[in-house]
Each structure stands twice: as C-alpha cells, then as structure tokens.
C-alpha cells in the first residue's frame, strides 16, 4: 500500500472497479482508513450514478460511482463499474473531498481511456502507476489555498447541487460489527425531517 507521513486532512484515496482496487493512496498511519474502502466497495451499485458520503468516527468517506454514460448525454466521461473514493477527516466538510474526487477522476480517464482500457480485466492495483498522482493531489487539494480553490470550482462546475449529496442519515450495521451511517443523495431521495438537513447541511 502506498503511503505518505504528508499532513493532509485528505487521509485515504482509492479507484476502484466494482470492489476492486486497481490504485490507492494513504496519509494515514493507521491502517483502518484502507480497511473502511473494503467494507464500503462491495455495496455500491453501479446501475445508476451515485454520489454518496458514509460516516465514520471522526472521519467522512465520499465517493464518486460511475455508471454507464447517460443516454442523454452519451459524451459525459465516465466508465460504468468504476468507483472514486477518498476518506477524509470530518472537518474539512465535504466541497474539497468532492472536488477532489472530480479532479481524480479526470486525470485517471485521461491516462486510462474508457474506450480502450478493459478495466474489469485488471488486476486488484493494475493501475499502480496512478498512485503518485493520487499523492499528489491529496497533499494539494488537502494543504494549499490553490488546491481547494480548485476543489470549489471543480464542485461548481461538475456537481450541480452539493448539499444533496447528503441530507438523510440511515444507520446500518455491517460486516464485522462496523457502525457507518449512510447519507443519501437528496436527488434520488427527497425525505429527510428539516433538522436531519439543518443538522447534516454544513459546508466550510
């Protein structure tokens, strides 16, 4: 597993494709930030786009879910199957964790062309060579002014409404005793009592 002693509230970051790893990077010296990709990977359904954010302790786990390109707009970069994921500490709130996971997706799609790279015939960490980039932009969208100001605009510009990444908080249990919440995308699910939003509906 690649690592970092930077100081970045930015702690863990992964791609995956359905639940596997093919790139990771970590800050963290603690190996449970790795272990909270594992448990969160197999449960993602990739039948329609999703943009999602668990809690974890102190920590928030956001990812990015591709399915395949909408219909309506068959040109929108994205590859079906593939999972953008960064846990973060709980107070850096949730516009640069997104903004970061905009900008990672860019750049890996970039180097790994949909249209040419079979990404379920990769092995778990096919794409290793991806790492340093991922080390890279979690010290800068996670340090520097410059890099969270990119955060904002990346979140401005391709996530129309980031307080409806989360809005509905549902307690599950999973595999061997972790307790996560799940906040759910508002657009796919509009419930939720006004102080749930008042309470979960914070951005620096």
Do not use: W
């Not at 953008?84 to 949730?94: M, N, Q, T």
């Not at 379920?120 to 340090?143: D, H, I, Q, R």
């Not at 510009?157 to 061997?176: A, C, F, K, P, Q």
């Amino acid at each position: 597993m690649a690592s970092s002693s930077s100081a970045t509230p930015l702690l863990y970051s992964c791609i995956a494709y359905n639940s596997t790893i093919l790139t990771e990077h970590t800050s963290s010296a603690s190996s449970g930030t790795s272990n909270l990709a594992s448990l969160i990977l197999p449960k993602i359904d990739h039948k329609s786009a999703q943009k999602l954010t668990y809690t974890h302790q102190e920590n928030f786990i956001h990812y990015i879910a591709d399915a395949s390109p909408s219909s309506s707009d068959p040109s929108s970069l994205s590859a079906a199957g593939l999972t953008y994921l960064v846990v973060a500490k709980s107070d850096l709130g949730r516009r640069v964790p997104f903004g970061f996971l905009v900008e990672i997706k860019k750049r890996f799609l970039a180097q790994y062309d949909p249209e040419r790279t079979t990404f379920g015939s990769l092995p778990a960490y096919g794409a290793a060579a991806f790492n340093s980039e991922l080390k890279k932009l979690m010290v800068e969208f996670g340090t520097t002014k410059a890099g969270q100001e990119d955060a904002f605009r990346n979140v401005q510009s391709e996530i129309d409404n980031v307080r409806g990444i989360m809005t509905e908080n549902i307690e599950r249990v999973l595999e061997r005793g972790e307790r996560i919440d799940l906040l759910v995308d508002k657009t796919d699910r509009l419930g939720g009592s006004a102080r749930d939003f008042r309470l979960y509906d914070s951005y620096p």
